[in-house]
């Protein structure tokens, strides 16, 4: 291979590389579907998001990782399948965020408020959950979400009430 034509071959993966940057950096991965979920408060406010479902390891590994914004009804609905311990962390997202760790019967188990960007402390479910939900720094102080809420998705068995 001539000189020139190597050049030109590196020219091409740096700028692949870098528009392949950008996206990552202007959002969420759009290929992920999104799908209405609704959380009720205890107090019976019911509050619609439409959230990117991540349901494969590899977009449970990816996640929100170098999103830079969310529509304040946006965020992840993480399916880990089964129920089970689980921790999160924030390596390469930028935003803080609210993670809401959510049991099978959709009943939210425990909250974690207002994340550190790009730390990679380990923030855990403290017991068995079927899914994390990441929402905007804030949005659970802000709209009254707390331990014990419930979310509404097909995701989730609810108990008897």
């Known amino acids: 291979m001539s000189t020139r034509r190597a050049l030109q071959s590196l020219a091409l993966a740096a700028l692949l590389a870098a528009l392949h940057t950008l996206t990552l950096a202007s959002g969420i991965n759009e290929a992920l579907p999104r799908e209405p979920v609704t959380i009720i408060t205890s107090q019976g406010d019911r509050h619609d998001f439409s959230l990117h479902v991540a349901r494969t390891p590899d977009h449970r590994r990816r996640g929100l990782m170098f999103v830079t914004r ?8 993480f399916d880990f399948e089964v129920p089970r311990s689980v921790s999160m962390w924030m ?31 380990m923030i855990p479910s403290h017991g068995n959950v079927l899914a994390v939900i990441e929402l905007a720094a804030g949005t659970a102080r802000r709209l009254g979400i707390r331990d014990g809420d419930r979310v509404e998705h097909p995701l989730f068995s609810p108990a008897a009430d």
């Open 70 to 77: 969310l529509d304040s009804d946006g965020g992840m609905l």
């Open 91 to 121: 390596k390469n997202t930028p935003l803080s965020l609210d993670m809401l760790f959510v049991r099978a019967d959709g009943r939210i188990a425990n909250i974690a408020s207002d994340t550190r960007p790009f730390s990679k402390e």
